[in-house]
């Protein structure tokens, strides 16, 4: 599997949950994560690795629950400038960056 574009991104989140892969007996690490598949629902993504030692499955998605979700925020950055879809769907593309579909930004504003 290969992704491709831009992601917005937690990077303090994404680095601890990197740092945090610890497969015990076997001592495997990110290094022996193989990318499967990427869930998105718009800005938000999943990325679900698999181990090529231990076969155990890690989820590690690019932002933390806890703060503000990045589709909400994405959608009152757009709102707040006096934008709409088609603007963040614009920016999107120039960033070459999926966006989230018309619904779900309705959804959010």
Do not use: W
């Not at 991104?9 to 990427?38: Q, S």
């Not at 629902?41 to 629950?65: A, D, H, L, P, Y």
């Amino acid at each position: 599997m290969k992704c491709s574009g831009q992601r917005v991104v937690d990077i303090m989140f994404l680095f601890d949950a990197i740092k945090n892969i610890d497969h015990h007996p076997f001592d495997c690490t990110f290094k022996n994560l193989i990318l499967v598949k990427e869930i998105r629902n718009g800005f938000f993504s999943k990325f679900v690795f698999m181990c090529n030692f231990c076969n155990k499955q890690e989820i590690i998605t690019n932002e933390n629950r806890a703060s503000m979700p990045v589709n909400s925020a994405m959608v009152a950055a757009i709102v707040n400038t006096g934008q709409g879809y088609t603007q963040l769907d614009t920016f999107s593309a120039f960033l070459n960056m999926p966006n989230m579909s018309n619904p779900l930004y309705q959804k959010n504003s």
